[in-house]
């Protein structure tokens, strides 16, 4: 149990354009999910926690209005690029906590999407 | 200086070794200690949960955590070429979700 994926797993865009990234509980409801990004060789930075119905809150840093996330339900997240620039070029990781015992005291993790901007 | 700090290696070990990673912290009020093991290309898988100071065990794993020096450790004995990853530690203060990632160790355990 506990599965949480990722769509595309991996994706290539021209520069300038918007791509959008979902994150998906497969088998539990998620009432928080958690976006990071990963640069090669590097640990993933967090980049801003959605609670479902409500504004995600974006970490120190990390542009509201170029990374829009979106969690309309207990399923679903979605991030979008938007007027993707190579330096986004990233592994982009979402997390997520559920509800009941024994899925709210960890973060299950996606298996990433790879983005690459041309 | 980084809430979390680790040695990114890499480390490489002949099979059968037993296998030390190490990670420091800074931050007093971390209460709640993971050992996450990542494949290439993919998301972190759990290994370990600690909370506050102590030993846990499970198989040929071992978290340790000392608090008093703010030191965190994971053992891994007999290791295998399938341990070949990057074993990244993450902690994080009681009630917050936010998890905070040291940068990863990647391990290599060669035949």
Redesign the interface.
Known sequence: GAV?S?HPSRVICKSGTSVKIECRSLDFQAT?M?WYRQFP??????MA?SNEGSKATYEQGVEKDKFLINHASLTLSTLTVTSAHPEDSS?Y?C?A?GVDATTNN??F????T?LTVL | QKEVEQDPGPLSVPEGAIVSLNCTYSNSAFQYFMWYRQYSRKGPELLMYTYSSGNKEDGRFTAQVDKSSKYISLFIRDSQPSDSATYLCASFSGGYNKLIFGAGTRLAVHP
């Open positions: 949480v990722q928080t958690f060789k590097q640990s993933l930075m967090l926690t592994f990781i997390s906590k960890e973060q993790f996606g298996p990433g790879r």
